[in-house]
């Protein structure tokens, strides 16, 4: 008999902190969730483990189901309704019979009364279904929870950031359960967390001790120690109990699997723990940054100049309307430069009416106050012409969601004479070139592009870039973790208290 697979994507990284409410329309980027036939269409094909998850039932002939794909820029927490909305269907698919469950989580999601949504999905199926294997992967800002690891079968982590191998994390997690239905490997899995509140901004392999130690896991895979090692350095704008970073390794039981997975855990654990200073990120003055930018593309390097607004990311819940940073980059006249985005539904609404070829002057950004960290918005006056408008959309050719179908709304660029900026709908983060060409932008002709992102720039910009420099402006995804006032978070933790 064929096999039956339950393959389903349920993605939100919650900050708590954000301003940005997350209703159900936000799933699917703002398209609203996907269900059934629609569901596997948004994302086969693509550079993602529910695509993965697809080749491999393909691979083994299996029927399969796909309840739900949804997936939400970060935010705020969701509602009650709206996590029903998105986890019933996959209940019922799951009630309806399965040989497996496949699913493509996050690993941060919070919702309005449960700090650990993850772990409430996997408890849920695993009270329909008390024998079904379960193979779960997470992204790399996960906060995990012991809920979680008890009833999942296998968990596996992308080992990149920017994301660019979370096709390899759902095959890793999706052949490790699939040799288990076929009595190939038995998977056990040891896990750890440690009181190490990390900076995002020192997340990357190459820029602190995530390297060292996900070349360590890979090790331990390639030389068959383990099947899978994980490294989950945390998402530090959730305030939970769980925020910290753990690691998740799972081991064969038939080979010594238990003891070589926790020996494992607790080496990554220990080097992450060794070095935890280096998880700190500390960052210059942001006028001092500025200047340092205008100086290096003044001196005509043939490539762009980065400016990073890594405070206002809207890929960790800022509202990406902040303006510092850009009034920043105005006051000191730097020229040839290119931004992206600004989220400012009301000004593309403006640029929009007046039409293409038009002059307007328009308040741009700052509607978005920022009570949990005492910020109010502060609009910046601009003037310029509306180069552009368009419909906001563009597939992602780049190495991180490769082949998926991005969503800005309506989105203008405004030229403002020494910088074009576009202005958006909705909020994206800037990892692919798209964000710029779609609109008739080629970032690569530009002295300066300023974006609004932390570390995924790296997959579509830091290869055309000269220098990249970060600027350290406001919001809610501010790398000074002492700027949030936490609650819930297991204490002491580290850098916030001494340790």
Known sequence: MRRKFVIALIKHETNTFSPLATPLAAFGHGEGPAFGDEARARFEGTNTPMAAYLDLARREHAEVVTPVAAEAWPSNKASRATFEAIVRPLEDAVRGGCDAVFLDLHGAMVIEDCDDAEGEIVQRLRRIAPQVPIAVTLDYHTNLSAALVDHATVITGYKTYPHVDMYEAGMLAGGILVGALDGAVEPVMAW???PLLASIMRHAPEDGPSGDILAFARRMEADGTVLAATLLPSFPHADTPYTGVSAVVVGDARHGGREHARAVCTHMLKLAWDRRDEYVFRAPPLAESVAHAKALGLANPGAPVLLIDHCDNCGSGGAQDVMAVVAEVLKQRLDGVAIAPIRDPEAVATMIDAGVGQRVRIALGGHTDMPSIGLAGEPLPVAGRVQAVTDGQFTVTGPMYTGVRMHLGRTAVLDAGSAQIVVTERPHEPFDLGVFTHAGIDPRRKRYVVLKSRIHYRAGFKPIAAHVVECAGV?????????????????????????
């Open 475 to 499: 919001g809610v995804t501010n790398a000074d973790l002492s700027v949030y006032p936490y609650r819930k978070l297991t204490r002491p933790i580290f850098p916030l208290d001494p340790m």
């Open 192 to 194: 750890g967390w440690k």
